[in-house]
Nanobody, 116 residues
Framework: QVQLVESGGGLVQPGGSLRLSCVAS????????MGWYRQAPGKQRELVAS???????NYADSVKGRFTISRDNAKNTVYLQMNSLKPEDTAVYYC??????????WGQGTQVTVSS
């Protein structure tokens, strides 16, 4: 069993920055893919960024060049540095860790609101 706890969300003005963190408790082996998803009101949950145990990253086109995902395997933590935030980035952001169909866990989500 794995529990994921996100932090770092909040209200920020357009052009501002936030850093999300997600700490995983439980037994991980650093081979899992960790990622961030987001869901805006009335929209489907979408992948924002993911990172493999080896450090390979993948980003949604809408956040490339603005967001950076990273992980600290020793701390079972994944981060999402978000710069140049836009109102359309407003959503609940969820942390995910997956190794297989039966090893797939989600955090409770953290609200990010970009507004002046």
């Amino acid at each position: 069993q794995v529990q994921l706890v996100e932090s770092g969300g909040g209200l920020v003005q357009p052009g501002g920055s936030l850093r999300l963190s997600c700490v995983a408790s439980g037994r991980l082996f650093s081979i899992e893919v960790m990622g961030w998803y987001r869901q805006a009101p009335g929209k489907q949950r979408e992948l924002v960024a993911s990172i493999t145990g080896g450090g390979s990253t993948n980003y949604a086109d809408s956040v490339k060049g603005r967001f950076t995902i990273s992980r600290d395997n020793a701390k079972n933590t994944v981060y999402l540095q978000m710069n140049s935030l836009k109102p359309e980035d407003t959503a609940v952001y969820y942390c995910n860790v997956i190794r297989s169909a039966s090893f797939n866990y989600w955090g409770q989500g953290t609200q990010v609101t970009v507004s002046s």
